[in-house]
């Protein structure tokens, strides 16, 4: 199975600050066929459920401010928030779903919670 | 607009049984296929399982298989987690969530607020 593990656990930035999470993937999630790789990025506020933020790896969701971006290819994986906002405060998490076998898995890093320094 | 509400949570022994309901609305239901993913207190996100759009397909997390069973009901737009000889380490937040159908990245683009399942005798 392919396990994600991300750093830090936890983090906290400044107000207007460069924040970045890191989620290295212990197989490549790269599809050779389509050169795209299968790992998505939500954000979690306390009492909420995750909000999809990017998939591809790089591709931001419609209505996700642009300060948020992904990037990486194949086993490791970056979001950043390029000026942290008081509302970014959350526990972010990565999401791998390929499979080459029939059987489908969509595991999760442990999450990195961010905080405001 | 587009809702998913999850029912069918609460307080069970340990060993006993419980169905989740996520009832869809504001979508064609039939056309998408759905998860179950839970949050133990103060944990992470954990994948549970997926059933395809015509509910032929269901794959399940290690954790679950044979104990867990996903089905739908088209007709009802709603998603089922059937959940038999549960175990403490079971208690968390169950949440539904829609896999996104245009681009084929397989990631979750609408998610419900979630029911608590607490495993305790």
């Known amino acids: 199975d392919i396990v994600l593990t991300q750093s830090p656990d936890s983090l906290a930035v400044s107000l207007g600050e460069r924040a970045t999470i890191n989620c290295k993937s212990s197989?490549?999630?790269?599809?050779?066929?389509?050169?795209?790789?299968?790992l998505a990025w939500y954000q979690q506020k306390p009492g909420q459920p995750p909000k999809l933020l990017i998939y591809w790896a790089s591709t931001r969701e419609s209505g996700v401010p642009d300060r948020f971006s992904g990037s990486g290819s194949g086993t490791d994986f970056t979001l950043t928030i390029s000026s942290l906002q008081a509302e970014d405060v959350a526990v972010y998490y990565c999401q791998q779903s390929y499979t080459t076998s029939p059987e489908r898995m969509y595991n999760f890093g442990q999450g990195t919670k961010l905080e405001i320094k | 607009q587009v809702q998913l509400v999850e029912s069918g949570g609460g307080v069970v022994q340990p060993g006993r049984s419980l169905r989740l309901s996520c009832a869809a609305s504001g979508f064609t239901f039939s056309y998408y296929s759905f998860h179950w993913v839970r949050q133990a207190p103060g944990k992470g996100l954990e994948w549970v399982a997926v059933?395809?759009?015509?509910?032929?397909?269901?794959y399940y997390a290690d954790s679950v298989k044979g104990r867990f069973t996903i089905s739908r009901d088209n007709s009802k737009n709603t998603m089922y987690l059937q959940m038999k000889s549960l175990r403490p380490e079971d208690t968390a937040v169950y949440y539904c969530a829609r896999e996104e159908k245009y681009t084929g990245s397989y990631h979750f683009d609408q998610w419900g607020q979630g029911t608590l399942v607490t495993v305790s005798s």
């Open positions: 059933i395809s759009d015509d509910g032929n397909n269901k």
């Open positions: 197989q490549s999630v790269l599809y050779s066929s389509n050169n795209k790789n299968y």
